[in-house]
């Protein structure tokens, strides 16, 4: 049943061959690697808007200001991650550049920090998303908590199906987004140079300021909005970590992508403020504060005021705008869903994450890490009501840690190549490339402080308090994994063999299961083979005594005396007294075992079996074999299975029978056994 | 920590042998199994006047008439057990009874009835008990559901701590309450001969009727206020299935506690009942339906308000009064809490009930049922706020469906004994005790119908509802354990030993837990041993077959193909391939496993290794064997269950150390190899 739902949600598996098809062209690696940083530009300019507003109407005049400022940080990032492009082909990302120039520790630091950031980006994107369909659609405005866990849910479903579907499926509606934006921002040039009015809804209203604000409080609130208009930022180290899905030349093209991804943000971004001041819309976080307005006003997102200011008369436009806003933020949830499940596979391969999140689910996607993201990001859209304005706050913390561990790790980089590089232009270039770096990480440092200044309090510190957690989380399970991996290497001398090799079956009634448990083990042909039950009840017992005796059977059988009427404790005391005995020996404890179908039926057998078992684990020089029975219930399930895992072998493109492709080895004593 | 606490909880656990020495002498007996029945008097005529109150304070006049004939039940059910206490002195009660003479689907019948009844014994009792120290205590009045519930988890505390301690604790309040209420009836009585005036605090009221009652809306009202009344019989059964527990001769001391016990019932209730009149206490199941009464009136039980009218200006007496018949009724729990296990045991064994609950836990109390019945009941108590009215219309069902039953059984227990006896005075005797249980079959089937009809949509279909589930699920259980039992039986023949043994050593990398398994499968010497891999990651396959290669080990390696990654199912196939080959032999798979010390370490290890154990046992001729690496994390975890343990041991009455009783067996080949 489950095993058919999941095919049925993420289609059939795919082999591991079609990995190295996945590349992917210049024009539909935009889409992929840019959405996130394009759909940016749909919630920064507001964000700026609705910090300063704390202040009042007047404070808006410090916008263009301001949004210059963020697009000379991006100008700056995007010329900085050209030269991480060209120089870590490999993709690692941020993650690879910190750990191989700062040190495993700084390469954690960023790994917690894109953890984080992968969910926030899920939850930001997903609460814009639906903000923006909301302004055109109004029963997704009146349910926006429902809504965006819809989205998250059908974004997780679609990822789980895959890599490649998603590359071309994302194309269309992210050139439709850009399309319909630079639509918008000509139109609304256009008829501002034509002098024609174009005035938003809310251009009427006046902002009540939440308190007077100056002075140094000023200083702090420009600062506060500056960090908000960051969150354009986020998206662009995505390019970085997908260089490997490029197609060749890998990071010729990625650079390009990646400029051009910065020429579009920068437009979009000056053109929506530009729009924004000239059509007068107002943006605060709390309706309640717009003078003016009518009691039962239901606020659109900016870029939804603008577009009904822009195409005013035109109401087809405006709707194709809202909707293809909200859909290209609903597909900048999918590079967090494609980063994060790689990052955590790296980070799993680095044994910090346990080794499931490594192995690569039968859809080429690392399915449990899809899943994981998912639900995180569900966590934060119901506790903050997908309130784009709150989730924010927590959002610019964890790219600006990347972003300058990663310039950080850069500037060493180039000074280690450049200790052995000898050749004068070759040398150039890396003091340019390093040049570049080096004011990449003094911008994104510096911005990476103002935002932890004006925003820790508001929310940040959850996400440092994210970050911390990751990071001690990690640090155990590698602490934990290099225990492990200490106490289990060793060399040929373990090798050795044990003495003689004790058999115990355990028996409580006399029937084939117990049967099949004697005729297995006395098969094994163990040095010594005994029977042992345990006399919990003295009647039950002795009727297993007689009965025993009667059948003749040729294996002995010991009663362990019980007057506590346990079970597990008389079976270890006494596999215990046998190793302490003969250290050197090997006891094996056979325990026939019931195989049911149902999942309840388990809840009416085996519960003694399964805790003497789990308890003799502990126990130093003894192997337990389970020697299942299989009632019928369990052939009903059995066949279940293999007929449904034979429909899906027959579903596959193309089917692999069992091979056997090595085998080495020097003592093959029977090869004729071997199928 | 959970072992350490379940002991300081439920103290040490008893021998075996102890169990003969919990034998109730009369004094001790009368407390145990009379508690219920005689706690029941502290609701049964209260309930009456509730349900009459329904027509007004005028249909109060027929309290007398119904209480007479609520007393006639009694003594006609009593009568009628002495007769099943003389003949059944095994003490498996009516279950026994039905199951014997009306054939095993009637037993079960009873057996749903008193599993029900027994869930609502604890509920309707602790929250009559919490009604009744909530008149006196204000804090307990504010808090019913919490004080319900500290009430319910206190005796299952006491109950899994074991039946001794309950006969000797229970003694001293059951004795306070007995006296305390005849002292109350006397004084009461003399104070009325006197002419003295005992008004309740209540009198002054009048009762608002809910609707006019008249003609046959009224003979409706009546016969559910006599259902109502019949609760006064619950427990009259507990003291037939406790005779086992009684001191010689069993059977007589039974009879004897079960008339002291119907005479003191019936004294009571006609005491109270009379009392109640001439005191004008008002009782309705809403205050708001009481006229003249003060806003913040917060009703007293019947019991307090007759005892503050009797005792008044000795308030000491009332206050002492209330409480003891709180803890009686709280002790009655302990009758269900007795009971329901021992049924809950004798069903398992007759395989209607997991097996679990047939092995007594270690403190000589069915801890298993024990803990059920308390879940159950404080569902209930939650579920219904603790209110007694209406957890009293989903009572009185299962009491009569059992007794009912039980006098059907007993009418046909005397026709069988009847058949082969011939002596005229035992005829005689026999004739007389079939009338006595012909009457009571008569009375109990009249009164279950009354019940039925006047009750069941007011709430008794839950509880008709819970019989008919109990009575299914039991049904299935039975089913299922007869069809394994079917299929797990066999003789001799089945013993043929399998023809040669394949050993599989699972591998994924070469380190001491996978040489260790080597080690231990090599000295099982099997006609066939070779390691097996699966290709998932080619560079690990890669480096684990140079690895075997240099390493020169003695056994050979297989690579079996995973086009899919996935790792369960070649290995799957391999073995089955295996097996459809020579289907006599048997193939034998040895996993390394980690053995850690913290569930969260499980988290990071062995997940494939269980996924393949788990689907290898439903393969037929397969043996898996876990070789167990014990991590050093382990050997802590393994120190402190064992210090624990020896703690437990040296803290027992007397130790027994391990025992080997009996050690039977035809082929005892290599004695000197036992301990």
């Known amino acids: 049943m489950t095993a058919a739902a999941k095919r049925l949600l993420v289609g059939r598996p795919f082999r591991s061959e079609r990995l190295s098809n996945t590349l992917l062209p210049k024009r539909l690696a935009l889409p992929m690697f840019a959405s996130d940083a394009l759909s940016s530009v749909a919630y920064a300019p507001a964000e700026i808007f609705t910090v300063l507003s704390v202040a009042g109407l007047s404070a808006y005049a410090y916008t263009p200001w301001i949004a210059v400022l963020v697009c000379l940080v991006m100008v700056v990032v995007v010329a900085s991650y050209r030269q991480n492009v060209h120089a870590y082909p490999s993709g690692g990302g941020d993650y690879e550049v910190a750990t191989e120039n700062l040190g495993p520790d700084f390469g954690l630091v960023v790994g917690s920090a894109l953890l984080v950031d992968y969910i926030l980006t899920v939850a930001v994107s997903a609460a814009s998303g639906v903000a923006n369909v909301g302004s055109a659609i109004a029963i997704v405005g009146q349910h926006p908590v429902w809504a965006a866990v819809v989205v998250v849910l059908v974004v997780t479903g679609a990822n789980l199906r895959g890599i490649r579907e998603s590359g071309a499926a994302f194309a269309v509606p992210v050139y439709a987004f850009i399309f319909a934006m630079m639509a918008m921002l000509a139109t609304g040039i256009v008829r501002w140079l034509l002098g024609s009015a174009m005035r938003a809804e809310s251009a009427g209203f006046d902002v009540q300021p939440e308190h007077a604000v100056s002075g140094f409080a000023l200083v702090f609130l420009l600062a506060r909005a500056f960090s908000s208009g960051s969150a354009a930022l986020t998206g662009v180290e995505a390019v970085s970590n997908g260089v490997p899905a490029f197609r060749k030349p890998k990071s010729r093209n990625a650079a390009t992508t990646l400029t051009l991804m910065g020429v579009l943000a920068v437009t979009m971004m000056i053109g929506l403020v530009s729009l924004a001041l000239i059509t007068k819309a107002r943006v605060t976080d709390d309706p309640g504060r717009l003078i003016g307005a009518p009691a039962d006003y239901h606020p659109k997102t900016l870029i939804a005021q603008i577009a009904q200011a822009v195409f005013s008369g035109f109401p087809v436009a405006f709707y194709f705008l809202s909707i293809t806003t909200g859909i290209i933020l609903f597909l900048a949830c999918n590079t967090a869903f494609s980063g994060f499940p790689v990052l955590g596979s790296v980070l799993a391969q680095n ?158 009634r006399l029937h084939l299961p117990t049967m099949r448990a004697l005729a297995y083990a006395r098969a094994t042909r163990a040095d010594s083979l005994e029977a042992v039950t345990v006399n919990v009840d003295l009647a039950d017992t002795r009727a297993l005594v007689d009965q025993w005796d009667t059948q003749n059977l040729p294996v002995p059988l010991k009663v362990l005396e019980s007057p506590y009427r346990e079970v597990t404790r008389p079976i270890l005391d006494y596999v215990r007294r046998l190793r302490d005995k003969r250290p050197n020996d090997l006891v094996v404890v056979y325990i026939p075992e019931y195989v049911l179908g149902r999942w309840w039926e388990q809840l009416l057998h085996n519960q003694s079996a399964l805790r003497i078992k789990a308890r003799l684990l502990f126990t130093p020089g003894v192997m337990v074999t389970s020697v299942p029975w299989q009632l019928a219930s369990s052939r009903g399930q059995d066949r279940r299975v293999r007929a449904r895992a034979n429909r899906e072998l027959q579903a596959r493109p193309r089917h692999v029978p069992l091979t056997i492709t090595h085998t080495v080895g020097s003592e093959q004593r029977e090869s004729r056994d071997t199928p």
């Open 351 to 508: 044994r910090y994450l346990p080794r499931q999140l490594h192995t690569r689910g039968d859809r080429l996607a690392f399915s449990n890490g899809i899943v994981l993201l998912s639900f995180m990001a569900l966590v934060l859209l119901v506790a903050f009501r997908a309130d784009v304005t709150a989730l924010i706050h927590l959002y610019v913390v964890g790219v600006f840690v990347s972003f300058t561990c990663s310039q950080a790790g850069m500037i060493r980089h180039w000074n280690r190549l450049l200790r052995s590089e000898t050749e004068a232009s070759v040398r150039r270039r890396m003091r340019r490339s390093q040049t570049i770096n080096a004011v990449g990480f003094t911008f994104t440092a510096v911005v990476l402080l103002i935002v932890l200044v004006t925003k820790f309090l508001a929310g940040a510190w959850i996400a440092v308090a994210g970050m911390a957690m990751f990071f001690v989380l990690m640090k155990a399970i590698r602490r934990h994994y290099d225990q492990v991996a200490r106490e289990t290497e060793g060399d040929e001398e373990d090798m050795l063999l044990p003495g003689r090799v004790h058999a115990i079956v355990l028996v409580s």
